[in-house]
């Protein structure tokens, strides 16, 4: 484990559309990680991202806006604290995974023992032309809350990691799914998959790191780094009027949960969404800032804190 602090966050329509003042707001912000979300898969194969209009990759070819992969590119050149960029697909109530899992069983008698994931795959061909067409991009999130098979994402993950993708999981419930799947995959290929970033807020409200890191220590034994593999997330304040959600720093705060999950030994988190931290940030609502910045700066706060960062921080 490195002395940094993982820190990521989400973000979706802001990203395509938001120009390069987003992209500078982000390179400024102290997140470490951006993930863009989300890119969904179509039963063709297609790739649009974050709503069915925005069309990226279709026959193996990028077909989006086109000055975004320079945009995309640019996260982590320059003056940035941006080190990693991750696409996540999945999301509640979307028909990506079924159409992966479509898409790579698609010949009769294929499932689960023979998946079409080589050269010629239309899913192979696409993700390659994500990788050239941004080349920066470091991994994939599997955010699967409707599906649950392990055939198919062992199978997928397979495919992202043929194609040098690093894979993240994205899950907020169904522990034991997610752990065997961890187990099978790092069976055939150690290190494939990078981490799991947990919801805990939602449906993931109740998700505890450390029960997470208990059975993927009991699963994965004594010698992995379960601590260092799991990054919990939190829901920034959010809603119509902001109501929802956490401020990133005073009574019930984003640093105030960090800091108690600190005893966990995790060596990071995320924060769920940039899209509501603009439209939150001038709301008034938090006792201090409410910016990107604030908010990767509760992360780092509240674990490097030894005392309640809603007594420091108020």
Known sequence: ????????????GPLYTGGDSVINDLKGSGFTTVIACFMHIESNGDFVFNNATDLLISEGEYVGNPVWPAQMYSLKEGTTSVNRILFSIGGWETADFPNIKALIFAEPGSYPNHPDIGPNSILYRNFQALKTAIPSIDGIDLDDEDLYDEPTTIAFSQLLHNLGYQVTFCPFQQLNFWVDCLYRLNEQTPNLVTGFNLQ?????????PATWIQAIQAKMGP??????????????????????????????SIANRFNEWQSTGIQGGFIWLYDDILHCESSGVCPGPM?????????????????????KYS
Do not use: H
């Open 223 to 252: 010698n992995f780094d379960a601590p260092g593999f799991v990054f919990p997330g939190l829901w920034c304040k959010n809603g119509d009027t902001c109501e929802s959600g956490q401020c990133p720093t005073g009574f019930n």
């Open 200 to 208: 805990c807020y939602s449906g993931g409200g109740r998700n505890n």
């Open 1 to 12: 484990m490195t002395n940094q602090k993982m820190t990521a966050i989400y973000g979706g």
């Open 291 to 311: 910016n990107t910045a604030a908010y990767a700066s509760a992360i780092t706060q509240g674990l490097a804190s030894k005392t309640n960062p809603d007594e």
